[in-house]
């Protein structure tokens, strides 16, 4: 499994463009930026070198985490997943794409595509300390515009950008991708019932079309959650010292709450239940909530069945396990 921290080298790159920048002025400029997120924004609001990199300093380390974190649970899955070729849609800093290249070292040409200029440049300016990604094509333009021009890729991957567009062009961007999908479409989004309802909406709308769930889900049928509930992940992630200092945290640590969505060409004959919330451990059982192929069970794994009951201690929320009853 990758690591949800961000790699050494990316974390050297920041380091060296971060000397000499004010940490309370990248305070300053990410809590705004993240209010414009919130208030249904875009990343219209970074527009310039310092924007860029405050954003990066106080989300990249949480984004990374959340789509490592998808893409861990996709190799899980389908252990022989060797992708040569990757597009990155709506790339921003480049972090998805840092994250592709952890979990996938047969990963050979990196394509991206983004409007945000601060953001692109960022992004390369931060690739030029990889041997890797140095040569990584970085093409600026609207995400549908320029994903139409795209060549296809083996791996395809939107993370956090579906909703900063409206839901015509997110039906319309959908389709676009998985006609560029040459194998596997990773969709991650932020862990909220909003985002959960864009992940939903696309992964109906993809089936329909062919596409297959390899992850989270253990089927390809209707997701049997119910509102107010909604499908969504946790990924824990170290907080450095200048990512606390933007973030105005104390914690050493950060959960990051997202919903994710990875849809094959190819269906997947034997998928695992998975868990969707931390279980309930007691000296007499273990309680947990799964989504299994035949669709929402919550099991009880009582103390006598010792090697069950050890087995299910371990589970932990978005853990795929087989399903046993």
């Known amino acids: ?70 893409l861990n649970a996709l190799a899980e899955i389908r252990p022989d997943f060797a992708p040569a070729s990757l597009l990155d849609v709506g790339a921003g800093p480049g972090t998805a794409t840092w994250a592709a290249a952890e979990a996938f070292p047969s990963l050979q040409s990196f394509a991206l595509l983004d409007a945000n200029d601060a953001l692109r440049a960022l992004a390369l300016n931060l690739f030029s300390d990889s041997f890797r990604l140095r040569e990584t094509n970085y093409e600026r333009g609207e995400a549908r515009s320029a994903l139409a021009k795209a060549g ?32 596997t479409l990773l969709v991650v989004e932020p862990g909220t019932p909003a985002g959960y309802a864009r ?18 889900c253990p089927h390809d049928g209707k997701c049997p959650l119910a509102a107010p509930d909604w499908c969504h992940f946790t990924q824990r992630l170290q907080r450095s010292r200048a990512h606390k200092q933007v973030k105005g945290a104390e914690l050493p640590f950060e959960d990051e709450k997202f919903a994710y969505v990875a849809l094959t060409r190819t269906r997947i004959e034997k998928r695992p239940a998975r868990v969707l919330a931390q279980p309930e451990i007691s000296k007499v059982e273990v309680s947990a909530k799964l989504c299994t192929p035949d669709g929402l069970a919550w099991t009880r794994t009582p103390r006598r069945a010792k090697a069950d009951y050890a087995r299910a201690r371990r589970w932990r929320w978005g853990d795929a396990v087989m399903d046993e009853r």
Request: charged share 20%.
């Open 1 to 70: 499994m990758t690591s949800p921290d961000l790699p050494a080298e990316l974390k050297a790159a920041l380091d060296g463009r971060l000397r000499g920048f004010s940490r309370n002025d990248a305070a300053t400029r990410a809590a705004s930026i993240s209010k414009t997120y919130r208030d249904g924004g875009g990343s219209g609001a970074i527009r310039s070198e310092t924007d860029a990199l405050a954003y990066a300093l106080a989300r990249m380390p949480a984004t990374y985490a959340a789509v490592t974190a998808s």
């Open 152 to 183: 296809a890729a083996d791996l395809v991957i939107a993370s956090y950008m579906i909703g900063e567009i409206g839901a015509a062009e997110q039906k319309a961007l959908a389709e676009l991708m998985w006609q560029k999908t040459g194998d």
């Open 199 to 216: 992940i939903i909406a696309l992964r109906e709308r993809l089936i329909a079309q062919g596409a297959h769930v390899a992850a989270p």
